[in-house]
């Protein structure tokens, strides 16, 4: 069993930045696949980025190509999602995920862990 914390979400105005953080217990993250998912209100959840069970193979999303960067952190056991040049349309929770597969992709359904989220919010 896989206990997710995410942390680092606020109030940012356009333009700046925020790193999220998703802390892990109960087993190591370096064993599995780990994304960033996030929804906005009365949309869909969708998915943002993910890193590979090996720490360096990533994924990203059209929408943060160039602006967000994944991370991840053994010693600390936490991934880490780094947002710069934030827009509105970024504002949304934000969660992370695990996946025991090793081969998980952009689908939630991929996914068998999940944090309670972070709200991020991005003011004009």
């Known amino acids: 069993q896989v206990q997710l914390v995410e942390s680092g979400g606020g109030v940012v105005q356009a333009g700046g930045s925020l790193r999220l953080s998703c802390a892990a217990s109960?087993?190591?993250?370096?064993?599995?696949?780990t994304a960033w998912f996030r929804q906005a209100p009365g949309k869909e959840r969708e998915f943002v980025t993910l890193?590979?069970?090996?720490?360096?193979?990533?994924n990203y999303a059209d929408f943060v190509k160039g602006r967000f960067t994944i991370s991840r952190d053994d010693a600390k056991n936490t991934v880490y999602l780094q947002m710069n040049s934030l827009k509105p349309e970024d504002t949304a929770i934000y969660y992370c995920?695990?996946?025991?597969?090793?081969?998980?992709?952009?689908?939630?359904?991929?996914?068998?862990?999940w944090g309670q989220g972070t709200q991020v919010t991005v003011s004009s």
């Open positions: 890193i590979g069970w090996n720490g360096y193979s990533t």
């Open positions: 995920a695990t996946a025991l597969s090793g081969s998980a992709g952009t689908y939630g359904e991929d996914y068998d862990y």
């Open positions: 109960g087993d190591t993250l370096s064993t599995y696949a």
